[in-house]
C-alpha cells in the first residue's frame, strides 16, 4: 500500500520507507520550483524594479557566511557520494535564504542602505550556494546565477574521475579460466 508522497520516497532521504524514483524526482522538483524558482525570480523583478537591474554590491553577513558553511557541507557530501545528504543542504540552504528574504522584507523597507544590504546579501549567499549545488543542478544553476548577473565559477571540472571500466582488463574480475 502507498503512502503519502513524503514518506513513500523515504528511502533517499535515509530511512527505510518504500522508494519511488518518480516521487523523487517529483518532490525535488517541487522544491526546486518552491525554493529557486520563486526565490530568483522574486530577486530578479525586485532588482529590475528598485535597482534598474544593478544587484547591490554587498555580499557579505551572516547569511553568506552561513551559506559558505552549507556549501562546505554539500561538497562533503558530494565527495563522499552521498547526494542525498547534499541534496537536503542544498534545499535547507535556499530555504534558509527565501526566509532571510521573507523577514526582511527589502519591498517594504524604506531604509535605502538595508534594502540594499538585505538583497546584497540575499545574492551573495544564493551565489555561494548554486555554485555549491552546480553538480546537482548543472543548468539550472547556471541559468539562475546568469539571471541575478553572478558567473558560475564551479570547482567541480566536469571530467568524469573514472573512465569506462572494462572488467576483464582487471585481475579483481578475471574471469574463471581466462
Not at 520507507?17 to 517529483?26: C, H, I, M, S
Not at 525535488?28 to 530578479?44: C, E, F, H
Not at 557520494?81 to 530555504?95: I, M, S
Request: charged share 25%.
Amino acid at each position: 500500500m502507498r503512502r503519502s508522497r513524503s514518506t513513500s520516497c523515504g528511502r533517499w532521504v535515509g530511512s527505510d520507507l518504500d522508494f519511488d524514483r518518480e516521487d523523487v524526482v517529483r518532490t525535488l522538483d517541487a522544491d526546486l520550483a518552491n525554493n529557486l524558482g520563486n526565490l530568483v525570480s522574486r530577486l530578479v523583478k525586485f532588482i529590475v524594479r528598485r535597482f534598474e537591474g544593478c544587484v547591490p554590491a554587498e555580499r557579505t553577513g551572516e547569511l553568506v557566511a552561513d551559506a559558505r558553511d552549507g556549501a562546505a557541507q554539500i561538497r562533503q557530501a558530494l565527495e563522499a557520494f552521498e547526494t542525498a545528504r547534499a541534496a537536503r543542504q542544498l534545499l535547507g540552504d535556499l530555504a534558509r535564504i527565501n526566509r532571510h528574504l521573507q523577514g526582511s522584507a527589502p519591498w517594504r523597507e524604506p531604509d535605502e542602505r538595508r534594502v540594499r544590504a538585505a538583497v546584497g546579501e540575499a545574492v551573495g549567499a544564493l551565489a555561494v550556494t548554486l555554485n555549491a549545488g552546480w553538480p546537482l543542478l548543472g543548468a539550472l544553476a547556471e541559468v539562475a546565477l546568469a539571471a541575478l548577473g553572478s558567473k558560475a565559477a564551479p570547482a567541480w571540472t566536469g571530467e568524469p574521475v573514472v573512465r569506462r571500466v572494462e572488467p576483464a582488463h582487471l585481475p579483481v574480475y578475471a574471469r574463471r579460466g581466462a
